[in-house]
């Protein structure tokens, strides 16, 4: 079992760019989490997502942010016209189910650099 | 809403001497708190659970916490450090959402420095 695989590691974009972030989560798992660490931070919940659905979007700021997680494929966090301020670590985590003291499996993370 | 303070920002230990990180959490019922490890570009890693089980909880790789109502703390120790726990460490509160999912409150971290 691969874990939760992140792509890419490091990203870097211009001010006004947009940046899409991918997380494989672990075989067997349909439940997906991201979470955002900033400088000097702890990582703050963004969005919940199982197949197809946005289950949880609490997190997320309102403007420019938007995860997916299609039937196929990976997850992904884009993040539209990005700003100095969205630099940060972003982090996914995956499960095998939903609630019940259940472990959260994480990846290794993306680190954005808006320049 | 719930949330959670690590008392230390850093702390550096001799090797083979004890370790202790701090923890405390702010909760309206009984959560379930959580260590996380991260070691320098790699995932976070978890080494023990709090589950409203045993109060005493044993991890990997020798730590464990002990879960205290009375003082609202979940401190992290070790007897004996080794250089291979340098590394940042998270204290993690469990909530649940409104929506039934597990959402998790982190604290901001506490750099530990192992001196050879």
């Known amino acids: 079992n691969a874990g939760v695989m992140q792509n890419p590691r490091h990203l870097v974009r211009r001010r006004g760019q947009e940046a899409r972030l991918r997380c494989s989560p672990m075989?067997?798992?349909?439940?997906v989490y991201w979470y955002r660490q900033l400088p000097e931070e702890g990582l703050k919940f963004m969005v919940y997502?199982?197949?197809?659905?946005?289950?949880?979007e609490s997190g997320m700021p309102k403007e420019r942010f938007s995860a997916e997680f299609p039937k196929e494929g990976p997850s992904i966090l884009r993040i539209q016209q990005v700003v100095r301020g969205d630099s940060a670590a972003y982090f996914c985590?995956?499960?095998?189910?939903?609630?019940?003291?259940?472990?959260?499996?994480f990846g290794q993370g993306t680190r954005l650099t808006v320049v | 809403a719930q949330s959670v303070t690590q008392l230390d920002s850093h702390v550096s230990v001799s090797e083979g001497t004890p370790v202790l990180l701090r923890c405390n959490y702010s909760?309206?019922?009984?959560?379930?708190l959580f260590w996380y490890v991260q070691h320098p570009n790699k995932g976070l890693q978890l080494l023990l659970k709090?589950?409203?089980?045993?109060?005493l909880v044993k991890g990997i790789n020798g730590f464990e916490a002990e879960f205290k109502k009375s003082e609202t703390s979940f401190h992290l120790t070790k007897p004996s450090a080794h250089m291979s726990d340098a590394a940042e460490y998270f204290c993690?509160?469990?909530?649940?959402?409104?929506?039934?999912?597990?959402?998790?409150?982190f604290g901001t971290g506490t750099r530990l420095t192992i001196i050879p």
């Open positions: 709090y589950t409203s089980a045993a109060t």
């Open positions: 993690v509160v469990s909530d649940i959402s409104n929506f039934g999912n597990e959402k998790l409150t």
């Open positions: 985590a995956s499960s095998p189910q939903r609630t019940g003291n259940t472990e959260a499996f």
């Open positions: 997502l199982q197949k197809e659905n946005i289950i949880d």
């Open positions: 075989k067997g798992h349909s439940h």
């Open positions: 909760s309206s019922y009984s959560p379930s």
